[in-house]
């Protein structure tokens, strides 16, 4: 297993932009499928992007599709979530997530997936 920690979260106005960073402990980073999900107040933890052990894939709910990017870099061990034109609703904390994978196009899509988790960042986008 991994260990993962995140950074960049903050205080944003709507419009605005983010960059998250999830730096993952371990010199098999690349043997992992990486994604991030998110948990407003009251509410579920919700997928929200992944990608593929590769980088070659990548997968997004609508609800961020032509806003977020996600992205690693396997020499730095390293996945970045790009958060631009943000919105009040993006409000949440951001955990990242890891699942040793062979299949270097897999991008899992549901929390249970997964078994690796940073301890979260929080990203406020105000009105």
């Known amino acids: 297993q991994v260990q993962l920690v995140e950074g960049g979260g903050g205080l944003v106005q709507a419009g605005g932009s983010l960059r998250l960073s999830c730096a993952a402990s371990?010199?098999?980073?690349?043997?992992?499928?990486m994604g991030w999900f998110r948990q407003a107040p009251g509410k579920e933890r919700e997928f929200v992007v992944a990608?593929?052990?590769?980088?070659?894939?990548?997968y997004g709910v609508d609800s961020v599709k032509g806003r977020f990017t996600i992205s690693r870099d396997n020499a730095k061990n390293t996945v970045y979530l790009q958060m631009n034109s943000l919105k009040p609703e993006d409000t949440a904390v951001y955990y990242c997530?890891?699942?040793?994978?062979?299949?270097?196009?897999?991008?899992?899509?549901?929390?249970?997936?997964?078994?690796?988790w940073g301890q979260g960042t929080q990203v406020t986008v105000s009105s």
């Open positions: 990608i593929s052990r590769s980088g070659v894939s990548t």
């Open positions: 997530a890891a699942i040793f994978r062979s299949s270097i196009f897999y991008t899992p899509r549901k929390w249970d997936e997964y078994d690796c």
């Open positions: 371990g010199r098999t980073f690349s043997s992992y499928a």
